[in-house]
Nanobody
Framework: QVQLVESGGGSVQAGGSLRLSCVGS??????????MAWVRQAPGKEREGVAG????????YYSDSVKGRFTISQDNAKNTLFLQMNSLKPEDAGMYYC???????????????????WGQGTQVTVSS
């Protein structure tokens, strides 16, 4: 019902930038009161929600680890979700997933990791 395709990952040096894109399709993509988010997973670590965009108040959310460095945005006309990542650090490396769910982005005040639909992921590598 929803398809998500990420792109834009790659290898950069610490301090560099990358822009991830996620093209969505399907009836339930980007519907009102849904959350669209970026979730990352580093090897051996749990998934971590890093940025979310809630289509209900057009509100954005960020994890503390990326706040001030990452920016989530959306181009409705192109059904595309972006994640601009600046000042990248080695600890930002991992697989980045685009995900969406119906409902808010937050659970207990933090970005949730529970989504209805996921993309296949795009790899980000940051060298020191």
């Amino acid at each position: 019902q929803v398809q998500l395709v990420e792109s834009g990952g790659g290898s950069v040096q610490a301090g560099g930038s990358l822009r991830l894109s996620c093209v969505g399709s399907g009836f339930y993509y980007s519907r009102w009161r849904s959350c669209m988010a970026w979730v990352r997973q580093a090897p051996g670590k749990e998934r971590e929600g890093v940025a979310g965009f809630y289509r209900g108040g057009e509100t954005t959310y960020y994890s503390d680890s990326v706040k001030g460095r990452f920016t989530i945005s959306q181009d409705n006309a192109k059904n595309t979700l972006f994640l601009q990542m600046n000042s990248l650090k080695p600890e930002d490396a991992g697989m980045y997933y685009c995900a969406t769910r119906y409902g808010d982005c937050l659970r207990e005040g933090r970005l949730t990791n529970e989504y209805d639909y996921w993309g296949q992921g795009t790899q980000v590598t940051v060298s020191s």
